[in-house]
């Protein structure tokens, strides 16, 4: 099983900036898309952004885009997510996943492996 640890989370205010990161075990990353979903309290699992396998391809939720950016560093076997310009409306649970041979697809379902995820809250 392909593991992943999604790190960087953490408290920071409106308009602020953080840095998340997913790091997997081996060199699992070769040949997966990797994608972030979100989900706040009473809310359901959203997609945030993803990158395709040849990392080419990118897709990002609307409210998102322009703030935040989604990469990946194959020599780490880490995959980002910058997110500038925070709002509190993106406080939740950030879980990144990995999709074989995916095309950063924005649908939960593809996914094949998935982190336990890293908080992230922003203050008003």
């Known amino acids: 099983q392909v593991v992943l640890v999604e790190s960087g989370g953490g408290l920071v205010q409106a308009g602020g900036s953080l840095r998340l990161s997913c790091a997997a075990s081996?060199?699992?990353?070769?040949?997966?898309?990797m994608g972030w979903f979100r989900q706040a309290p009473g809310k359901e699992r959203e997609f945030v952004a993803a990158?395709?396998?040849?990392?080419?391809?990118?897709n990002y939720l609307d409210s998102v885009k322009g703030r935040f950016t989604i990469s990946v560093d194959n020599a780490r076997n880490t995959v980002y997510l910058q997110m500038n310009s925070l709002k509190p409306e993106d406080t939740a649970v950030y879980y990144c996943?990995?999709?074989?041979?995916?095309?950063?697809?924005?649908?939960?379902?593809?996914?094949?492996?998935w982190g336990q995820g890293t908080q992230v809250t922003v203050s008003s």
């Open positions: 990158i395709s396998w040849s990392g080419t391809g990118t």
């Open positions: 996943a990995a999709d074989y041979l995916g095309g950063a697809s924005v649908s939960s379902g593809e996914y094949d492996y």
């Open positions: 081996g060199r699992t990353f070769r040949g997966y898309a």
